[in-house]
């Protein structure tokens, strides 16, 4: 099934390469491109069987997302996110996934998961209030997975949680006019005085400890995952993606190129250039090596009912955020060295160059805290992060 799903999906690529200056330039991707991912199926790599999915190992997942982003950076974002928001939301109570899939099981959910909603508890569930920024293709989705923070009765935090909400209960600003991943439409949400009946809402500690009711409906393998190391991968792939298919388009573009400056000379015989592809090739290389090799033993964990160790699950975080390190790196060795037309707009070179950094500032992607917790975990002392 999965090789059915990037069959299909390297059917759209022409057209999808075609529409990407367009999708940057107009800051959404087309309805039609959409739609078209969906008949695909990449929507439904990771979503239950229960409603129509395929429970897809998630490696293969990541093969398609870098598929799709290697011909358009904001295309395979949206990809990515929509795509891993079924996984998400088959760890709900059941009754929360019935809402969303019951009559429609093509529905897609957005997210915008950093912790900025109000939620006060009431008779039957909660008041939710609150703007949310970066909502990567809300436009698309039905319902929204926001963060939001339980406040007591006297103000303080009492938990961190994430609530489902129907597209009738969010208002979207159009706000994305942004230097890269510009197509992705990640717009904000706003939610004014809403009610959220209690059974869709999920602690996010009870998700990092992999808990839940959706897994007692849902029992593949698939939901035995680490939320951290799903998603984080997911906001990483798509940039390792986009640089990848960009290295591509250079080495063919730069094959014939004659250097009109420093003793001119073809470009693909200087051997600083020679140098610079090989060290560019190697950073994506290590990026997809290292992100496979810990989604795979993750998931040989999940199937054989084993218990997943903390030191997999930071590694798996510490080698997500190298990865995107690893692909800016590549990205910036491929744009200093393409010369001048790199810098003219619509470049592909100078698009994957502002895609891959626009993505890589995601807190998913921040490095800093993630190595710190991959050292204190090898020290052997306590961790404590939500996207582990």
Not at 91 to 103: N, P, S, T
Not at 205 to 213: K, M, Y
Not at 270 to 277: G, L, M, R
Request: glycine share 10%; charged share 20%; aromatic share 8%.
């Amino acid at each position: 099934m999965a090789d059915d799903v990037l069959a299909a999906v390297r059917a759209l690529l022409p057209d999808i390469a075609e529409q990407a200056a367009t999708i940057d330039e107009t800051r959404r991707v087309p309805d039609t491109v959409v739609d078209a991912l969906a008949s695909a199926g990449v929507f439904r790599m990771l979503q239950p069987r229960r409603y129509g999915g395929t429970e897809t190992a998630p490696v293969r997942f990541y093969e398609v997302v870098r598929a799709i982003s290697g011909v358009c950076g904001s295309t395979g974002w949206v990809a990515s996110v929509l795509g891993v928001h079924p996984w998400h939301l088959a760890l709900f109570d059941d009754h929360a996934q019935h809402d969303v899939w019951g009559d429609d099981t093509s529905t897609l959910v957005s997210s915008a998961y950093a912790p900025v909603g109000r939620l006060i508890p009431v008779e039957g569930g909660y008041e939710l209030s609150g703007t949310w920024m970066f909502s990567s293709g809300c436009e698309y989705a039905s319902w929204a997975l926001l963060g939001a923070v339980v406040t007591g009765s006297e103000g303080r935090p009492v938990d961190f949680m994430t609530v489902l909400v129907p597209r009738t209960d969010y208002a979207i600003r159009d706000v994305w006019n942004v230097v890269g991943m510009r197509g992705t439409a990640s717009n904000e949400i706003v939610v004014d005085h809403v009610f959220v009946p209690e059974y869709r809402v999920k602690s996010n500690f009870e998700t990092s400890n992999l808990r839940g009711p959706g897994r007692k409906v849902n029992t593949g393998p698939l939901y035995r995952l680490p939320f951290g190391s799903l998603f984080g991968t997911t906001v990483s792939m798509p940039i390792v993606g986009v640089v990848e298919g960009c290295y591509e388009h250079y080495l063919a573009a730069m094959h014939e190129r004659v250097r009109l400056s420093l003793g001119g000379g073809r470009f693909v015989d200087d051997p600083f250039a020679q140098t610079s592809v090989a060290r560019a090739a190697s950073e994506i290389d290590a990026a997809i090596l290292q992100t496979t090799r810990n989604i795979e033993e993750l998931w040989e964990c999940a199937v054989a009912g084993r218990e997943i160790p903390m030191m997999l699950r930071a590694r798996a975080r510490r080698d997500q955020v190298r990865a995107t390190e690893r692909a800016v790196e590549a990205i910036d060795l491929l744009f200093k060295t393409a010369g001048g037309s790199s810098l003219f707009l619509g470049n592909i070179v100078e698009r994957a160059w502002r895609d891959a950094h626009a993505g890589s500032v995601h807190v998913a992607n921040e490095p800093e805290r993630a190595l710190a917790q991959y050292g204190r975990a090898a020290f052997g002392l306590p961790v404590e992060d939500n996207l582990l």
